[in-house]
């Protein structure tokens, strides 16, 4: 069995070396104000004299506020993504006098259950997951949209003016996304019993994000569709002004993302429930810059409540998870659930799995609250519109919701492999549509 690990755990680390190796390239934390800085700055080109910039405020305001929020939502759905169960499927009884394996059902997959693996016995395993990030608070991430708008030159509240000078703020910009996010986690796990009551245990994963699109600006410009003369464009001239430019990007980055340990302690068996409780603290060891790792030092506490009751396992995990990174509220966790034997050596697992955030000063805002555009037509008479900055809803939270469903199947004593999906069953926070999770474990 000792050479087994040794191998085992040789080829875990050569695998973790080969694939942490990246290229050199931009940090991904760097995008979205490269974008908002070529269209705003770089591109705007404006009218001279009295017109020069006046979107200034808008890109300072973009940069401050805008590009924290968005890195922020990114990190924190990658670096919390939840880690797989090392409840083994096989236990063992002592109770004859002799070592007695027990077939039983094998487990859930991102829950957990309160028995531990026991005193000696060693799980250890590796996890892929896919996640394509298509959506953010309902909205798709390729219309994302944020709309900048024109310095408030005579300082009344509203943009929009009757004179040459103040007509000019009616001009807004449109900028739509264009995002693709995507992330490949693969997690390697290991546990190990200390006690028949106490496990300690160490996940590893390996993150590879990728993050491209082309965002598209289009200038609404109510000076050229009025006068014919456009005081803010991207190209041209201010009669036969390009109002609409595209800015490309493609970036990736792999690496460790936050290493875990785990305590997990068993502290009542008995015939009407098992309770046990369980210890996460996630060390800063993945690049925020790059969306591996969240920057801070992180820590959940859970209770454990299961009961078998025969192939049937339901189980109940109520946590609090301390968040010490900006834009990451503290939480509180709960994943109900049950794990079924279907046939031998095949289980049948389905979980809820709710996060419900704490601290409302911590929400991700992106870019919150509309502003009045009033445009003064030629003949006196005036329109007003009210201009959303963003077509992503402002929340106070971003609760998540997911249902966890897969199997796992147990060809033998030692060797067990899974397949889930994870499906989000509300419109919360960054998601992708679908997460599959594949995976295999060896007991020991």
């Keep these: 069995m000792k050479m087994h690990l040794l191998h085992a755990a040789a080829l875990a680390t050569l695998l973790l070396v080969v694939l942490s190796v990246e290229k050199a390239q931009a940090q991904l934390n760097t995008v979205f104000n490269s974008v908002f800085h070529t269209i705003l700055t770089d591109r705007l080109i404006l009218s001279p004299g009295t017109h020069a910039n006046h979107f200034v405020d808008a890109a300072a305001r973009a940069e401050s506020l805008l590009v924290p929020a968005l890195n922020g939502l990114i990190v924190g759905n990658i670096s919390s993504f939840p880690l797989s169960s090392t409840t083994p499927g096989v236990s063992f009884d002592f109770s004859g006098g002799q070592l007695v394996s027990v077939q039983e059902a094998a487990g859930p997959i991102f829950a957990d259950r309160a028995t531990t693996i026991g005193k000696g016995r060693i799980n250890f395993g590796f996890n892929a997951t896919f996640l394509d990030m298509s959506r953010v608070r309902g909205v798709e991430t390729e219309k994302m949209r944020f709309t900048f708008t024109h310095e408030d030159l005579d300082g009344d509240g509203t943009l929009g003016g009757p004179d040459a000078q103040t007509a000019t703020e009616a001009d807004v910009i449109d900028v739509t996304m264009g995002m693709n996010l995507t992330a490949k986690i693969f997690a390697f796990y290991g546990a190990w019993g200390i006690t028949k009551n106490l496990d300690v245990g ?49 970036e990736s980055a792999t690496g460790i993302g936050d290493v875990v340990v785990r305590l997990k302690y068993s502290f009542l068996r008995g015939d009407a429930v098992d309770l046990g409780a369980l210890a996460n603290v996630s060390i800063p060891t993945g690049r925020e810059e790059d969306f591996l790792g969240s920057g801070e030092t992180n820590a959940i506490f859970a209770l454990l409540a299961s009961k078998k009751i025969g192939d049937f396992t339901p189980h109940l995990n109520l946590g609090y998870e301390l968040r010490a990174a900006e834009f990451q509220s503290d939480r509180m966790i709960v994943r109900a659930g049950f794990d079924q034997r279907v046939l031998q050596g095949l289980t049948f697992a389905a979980d809820f799995l709710g996060t419900f955030d704490l601290n409302e000063s911590e929400a991700v805002k992106l870019y919150p609250g509309s502003i009045t555009v009033v445009e003064y037509g030629q003949s006196g008479g005036t329109v007003r519109r009210t201009v959303s900055l963003s077509n992503v809803p402002d929340r106070d939270n971003d609760n998540l919701h997911n249902l966890s469903v897969g199997f796992k199947y147990s060809p033998s004593q030692a060797f067990l492999v899974l397949a889930n999906i994870l499906v989000p069953l509300n419109e919360a926070g960054l998601r992708a549509s679908v997460a599959p999770t594949v995976g295999v474990s060896m007991n020991f």
């Design 202 to 250: 160490v996940a590893i994963p390996l993150i590879s994000v990728h993050m491209h699109g082309t965002a598209e600006a289009v200038i609404n410009s109510f000076t050229y569709a009025n006068v014919g003369s456009a005081s803010h464009f991207f190209g041209g001239t201010a009669t036969s002004p390009a109002l609409v430019t595209t800015v490309p990007y493609d």
